[in-house]
């Protein structure tokens, strides 16, 4: 198997690479306590149900199963980056097929960023951006991590100038 290409790769000579990260880790804990729900209820009724090689196998099966999505589920939080340069968003995914979505900063009218009570507790949000009337490959992204720091950059590029932190009097 080929190994998947660098997310850097993508970026052009003339761009400068202003922030790159994965979505926050809250994205597979759902999958992983699962698979780790899933395990038990197999190990249990391993356990309790009658002998034998039918059953043994599904129940083997079975883990093997859950063994393998929840692997993919990772791997696919794993290869999933987002990158941000001086020109440009863009988001790869993909474990087997690779997709390359990405948004001309030039193009963006308008930020928005949420965050539920959730993830002010753990530190991710989504990030909305806005196109000049065009439906973009890249419009929102969910489970940001440091959406602040990421809505400021972004803000910065965009619109050119730093948050001035106010002067006490």
């Known amino acids: 198997m080929l ?8 970026v052009l000579p003339t761009e400068r690479r202003v922030i790159r990260f994965r979505r926050h880790w809250v994205v597979v804990v759902n999958e992983v306590v699962q698979a780790a729900v899933l395990m038990v209820i197999l190990m249990v009724a391993a356990y309790l149900l009658p002998k034998g090689p039918v059953l043994s196998n599904l129940l083997w099966y079975g883990a093997l199963l859950v063994l393998v999505k929840a692997a993919y589920k990772v791997s696919e939080w794993w290869v999933e980056k987002v ?4 020109k440009r968003v863009m988001l790869t995914e993909g474990v087997f097929t690779q997709k390359v979505g990405m948004m001309p900063l030039g193009k963006v009218t308008d930020l928005t960023f949420k965050r539920t009570l959730t993830g002010r507790m753990l530190g991710y949000g989504t990030l909305v951006i806005e196109s000049a009337g065009q439906i973009q490959a890249l419009s929102e992204i969910s489970f940001l991590p440091d959406p602040d720091e990421v809505y400021e950059a972004i803000s910065e590029l965009v619109f050119g100038e730093k948050r001035q932190t106010p002067s006490r009097p």
């Not at 190994?3 to 993508?10: H, I, K, L, Q």
């Not at 990158?83 to 001086?86: A, K, L, N, R, S």
Request: glycine share 0%.
């Open 3 to 10: 190994a998947p290409r660098e997310v850097d790769e993508y």
């Open 83 to 86: 990158v941000i340069t001086d």
